[in-house]
């Protein structure tokens, strides 16, 4: 049966309640539609996808398995049943029961990380097959949690290793599908009171005054006040509001990098809601007269080397300035040039989205100064200055926002 509506389709795993159904309700009021798995009672997700749309045309409850061989396969073409399905959010998960390492037992082990991690490798890997090739966009954000980085010793080590893998699962596909147009994120919750957490736990928390738990609803809303745009992209930037606090640390949520350049070693870095490789807009300025093969040798390198730093091979917006000597002046010497600028001269500016370390910038200008070299462009005669901004200061075809 073809669909009815034209909202584009987010599946969301273990989404019948706590983050998961905060999500669920976040993507649905934001214009998605929704399918949602659940190993919880019926009765809890009928409630659910009734509240949010009772005819099931645009929010609709599967229960899964996501452990199953086949569970991947099965969920896409369930989701595909709605309609064009854009994003994927890998939220189910579970902690095993509290103590020490000594006290896990195999098949706890196992099933922390047949849910936490084999379940979303699967679920990106079918995502990656179906979505390859098309042009829409496309969005993976898997939930993480605080625990990767804090480790919850003597707690849950083995779901704070499940999370940890899961982050550096992020880091590979976000650079290896960024070409594609699929975006890949994680969120990192701080606790949050849900069901996944032990009573126990709880009380541990609270004794070491790490500060009250987020309740669910929190997620709701970005971090920093609510966004215009919701849904998917509340997810992106980081659901989870800054009250939130990790297991003995008074942090907010960490979000994490869209797509993390090579330079960062396979980090999961702490990122603000801005942060991506992609989005370059480049405008060099030079005195007039250039020709068109100068220009051209010059646009080649500089592309080349934001594609080599990660930015996808079609985001590609490039200008020239060309001047008169009298409307574009410069220093021949400053601040230490081994030989005067001349007429060849060239200002670079780069104005992409903020996030970017020092070390990710050395490394593009020596790549970039490489490639005009071997383009016969003196480097010499190079200035290139950095511009950053935000996501949501791009807009797109007819006004879209569409990354805010």
């Given at each position: 049966m073809s669909p009815s509506h034209t909202r584009p389709v987010a599946i969301v795993t273990g989404g019948s309640h706590g983050i998961g159904r905060c999500i669920v309700e976040r993507l649905h009021a934001g214009g998605h539609a929704v399918l949602?798995?659940?190993?919880?009672?019926?009765?809890?997700?009928?409630?659910?996808?009734?509240?949010?749309?009772?005819?099931?045309?645009?929010?609709?409850?599967?229960?899964?398995?996501?452990?199953?061989?086949?569970?991947?396969?099965?969920?896409?073409?369930?989701?595909?049943?709605?309609?064009?399905?854009?994003?994927?959010?890998?939220?189910?998960?579970?902690?095993?029961?509290?103590?020490?390492?000594?006290?896990?037992?195999?098949?706890?082990?196992?099933?922390?990380?047949?849910?936490n991690l084999a379940a979303p490798v699967r679920l990106c890997r079918e995502a990656a097959r179906r979505w390859r090739g098309r042009q829409a966009r496309s969005d993976i954000v898997n939930i993480s949690s605080v625990a990767a980085r804090t480790g919850s010793p003597g707690e849950y080590v083995a779901y704070a290793a499940s999370k940890a893998a899961l982050e550096a699962l992020t880091v590979g596909l976000a650079r290896e599908l960024a070409p594609h147009r699929i975006h890949v994120n994680a969120v990192a919750p701080g606790t949050i009171d849900t069901t996944i957490h032990h009573p126990r736990a709880r009380r541990r928390t609270r004794a070491r005054g790490a500060g009250r738990r987020a309740h669910p609803?929190?997620?709701?809303r970005p971090a920093g006040g609510s966004r215009r745009g919701g849904g998917l992209a509340a997810v992106r930037a980081g659901v989870l509001r800054d009250r939130q606090r990790a297991c003995g640390h008074r942090r907010p949520v960490a979000r994490r990098s869209a797509v993390p350049p090579p330079e960062h070693g396979g980090r999961m870095l702490p990122a603000s809601p801005t942060r991506s490789t992609a989005m370059p807009l480049v405008t060099a300025t030079v005195r007039k007269p250039?020709?068109?093969?100068?220009?051209?040798?010059?646009?080649?390198a500089v592309h080349a080397a934001l594609v080599a730093s990660?930015?996808?091979?079609?985001?590609?917006?490039?200008?020239?300035?060309?001047?008169?000597?009298?409307?574009?002046r410069y220093d021949p010497s400053y601040p230490d040039l081994s030989s005067p600028r001349g007429e060849d001269f060239v200002l670079i500016e780069i104005l992409w989205s903020a996030g970017r370390s020092v070390k990710v910038k050395k490394k593009l200008l020596a790549d970039l100064m490489q490639r005009l070299e071997a383009q016969g462009l003196d480097p010499?005669?190079?200035?290139?200055?950095?511009?950053?901004?935000?996501?949501?200061?791009?807009?797109?075809?007819?006004?879209r926002l569409i990354h805010a």
């Open positions: 949602f798995t659940h190993s919880s009672p019926d009765a809890e997700a009928a409630a659910l996808q009734a509240a949010l749309d009772p005819s099931a045309r645009s929010c609709r409850a599967l229960r899964l398995d996501v452990t199953a061989a086949d569970a991947a396969p099965r969920l896409f073409d369930a989701a595909e049943a709605l309609g064009p399905v854009a994003a994927l959010v890998n939220n189910a998960g579970v902690t095993g029961r509290l103590g020490p390492i000594e006290a896990l037992d195999d098949a706890d082990l196992e099933r922390i990380l047949a849910v609803d929190a997620a709701s250039k020709s068109a093969e100068f220009k051209t040798r010059l646009l080649d990660g930015v996808p091979e079609t985001d590609r917006f490039q200008r020239v300035l060309e001047l008169e000597a009298a409307d574009f010499e005669q190079v200035m290139v200055c950095f511009k950053e901004t935000t996501w949501e200061n791009w807009a797109f075809a007819g006004g």
